[in-house]
């Protein structure tokens, strides 16, 4: 009997001191969580800590956040610092070769280029829920930034000729359009729009020599051309 409550007080202790560690672990990573936010919690509301905190909640393996490197200084200035001039896009991709075929050849999408390319800003709270919900497609974060000048010119084009639902996106392409087996539309964005890349496991950077925001083409102004022709012939 004694030798049994002996055994019994050491699982005790030990499930004790077990409990201890991961309390331990746990505060180590709000800690950390925290220092990587620095600053912006001060001007959360109620409802932006609660999204936070549903994320921290979906984060299964602390080491994985940890090891996460979009956070850190350089990879964020990397991604951002053409916020006051352009929109910024993500994209993830498993494989290393199509990242940087992407840097040379451009970024291929069906249909919608919103389907696969995210929108992000400043907003550290956003970046974090994007990243957490698509990071499972790849390690590589492709980087796209479109000018504003572009977007505004472009898309103040499209508006003179009536060119309704159609996206700027979608003008923005210096080769013919094709079909893929899905029978979706598949337009290339020109790689001066691609950044580079982000490796958010390792920290690895990829700069995209040919990088222009502001590049034009006089191919999109002829897609429009296009465009009104075909908005033209269907009228009549």
């Known amino acids: ?20 560690i991961q309390l331990v ?39 994985a956040f940890f090891n996460d490197k979009l956070f850190e ?20 991709t498993k494989d290393e070769k199509v990242a940087r075929s992407i840097l040379s050849e451009g970024f291929r999408y069906a249909d919608s280029f919103y389907k696969t390319a995210l929108p992000v800003t400043n907003d550290k709270l956003d970046l974090l829920i994007k990243h957490n919900n698509r990071k499972s497609f790849g390690n590589y ?18 508006d003179r000729y009536g060119l309704k639902g159609v996206a700027v996106e979608n003008i923005l392409t210096e080769t013919s359009t094709a079909r893929n087996e899905n029978a ?3 337009y290339l964005l020109p790689n001066r729009y691609v950044k580079g890349f982000i490796n958010y496991q390792t920290g690895e ?32």
């Open 141 to 158: 974060l492709m980087i796209l930034c479109l000018s504003d000048r572009i977007v505004d010119h472009y898309t103040a084009e499209l």
């Open 25 to 63: 672990k746990k505060n180590l990573f709000i800690e950390s969580t925290v220092k990587r936010l620095s600053g912006l919690e001060k001007s959360w509301s109620a409802e932006e800590m609660n999204r936070f905190l549903h994320e921290v909640r979906k984060i299964q393996h602390y080491s």
């Open 184 to 186: 979706d539309t598949i």
């Open 205 to 236: 950077i990829a700069m995209n020599p040919d990088f222009n925001p502001s590049y034009d083409s006089p191919v999109f102004a002829r897609n429009i051309e296009l465009l009104k022709n075909i908005n033209r012939t269907n009228v009549e």
């Open 73 to 92: 200084e350089k990879s964020l200035t990397f991604l951002l610092e053409n916020k006051s001039t352009s929109k910024i896009y993500i994209h993830y």
């Open 1 to 20: 009997m004694d030798i049994f409550l002996i055994i019994l007080i050491a699982i005790l202790l030990g499930y004790i001191i077990y409990l201890h």
